[in-house]
T-cell receptor, first 112, second 118 residues
Framework: GQNIDQPTEMTATEGAIVQINCTYQTSGFNGLFWYQQHAGEAPTFLSYNVLDGLEEKGRFSSFLSRSKGYSYLLLKELQMKDSASYLCAVRNSGAGSYQLTFGKGTKLSVIP | SQTIHQWPATLVQPVGSPLSLECTVEGTSNPNLYWYRQAAGRGLQLLFYSVGIGQISSEVPQNLSASRPQDRQFILSSKKLLLSDSGFYLC?????????????????FGPGTRLTVL
């Protein structure tokens, strides 16, 4: 089975940097995804990591360490519109590899 | 470009009534399709996924069912709703690309249906 842990809530200041951590335990690993979900809306895709290291996309970066079962999402130059839940999701390898297992999400509040 | 539609956007149904939620995808062929439910305070739960017409895999035993009558149409149904069926229902699609060396199939979500069972 899979187990994914993320902090429930975080608060950060506009213009600052925030790091949202995700740890996972899985019997097989074939990629990790980060999604952003604003209240009442559907999740939108942010990033994908399958190899160790950092993937950068503008203000957002995502890091993966497969040996540690650990990922983080880094948000720079925070804006008020970044207030949302951030979902970490892991894909299994092998049979059923289409499936993602989602964490419960981290609710980020950006304050002035 | 690809787009995904879901309807209705919101729905209020009495306990014991039937349910039919529809999802359609445009701009791609032979997508993988998924139904998720997100209950208050809980993570996204995969309910069903489909890799082709008429092919449905169920992840959680419950009173819901899914069908895929056409390549880009995915339907979620129930004969009798329970209170515990309330939640935010999300349809998603993906297409496998990247080759055997680095396959990826990012899932993209539709706008969702918020279901309240009273």
């Amino acid at each position: 089975g899979q187990n994914i842990d993320q902090p429930t809530e975080m608060t950060a200041t506009e213009g600052a940097i925030v790091q949202i951590n995700c740890t996972y335990q899985t019997s097989g690993f074939n990629g990790l995804f980060w999604y952003q979900q604003h209240a009442g809306e559907a999740p939108t895709f942010l990033s994908y990591n399958v190899l160790d290291g950092l993937e950068e996309k503008g203000r957002f970066s995502s890091f993966l360490s497969r040996s540690k079962g650990y990922s983080y999402l880094l948000l720079k130059e925070l804006q008020m519109k970044d207030s949302a839940s951030y979902l970490c999701a892991v894909r299994n390898s092998g049979a059923g590899s289409y499936q993602l297992t989602f964490g419960k999400g981290t609710k980020l509040s950006v304050i002035p | 470009s690809q787009t995904i539609h879901q309807w209705p956007a919101t729905l209020v149904q009495p306990v014991g009534s039937p349910l039919s939620l529809e999802c359609t995808v445009e701009g791609t062929s032979n997508p993988n399709l998924y139904w998720y439910r997100q209950a208050a305070g809980r993570g996204l739960q995969l309910l069903f996924y489909s890799v082709g017409i008429g092919q449905i895999s169920s992840e959680v035993p419950q009173n819901l069912s899914a069908s895929r009558p056409q390549d880009r149409q995915f339907i979620l149904s129930s004969k009798k709703l329970l209170l515990s069926d309330s939640g935010f229902y999300l349809c998603a699609w993906s297409v496998l690309f990247g080759g055997a060396a680095s396959p990826t199939d990012t899932q993209y979500f539709g706008p969702g249906t918020r279901l309240t069972v009273l």
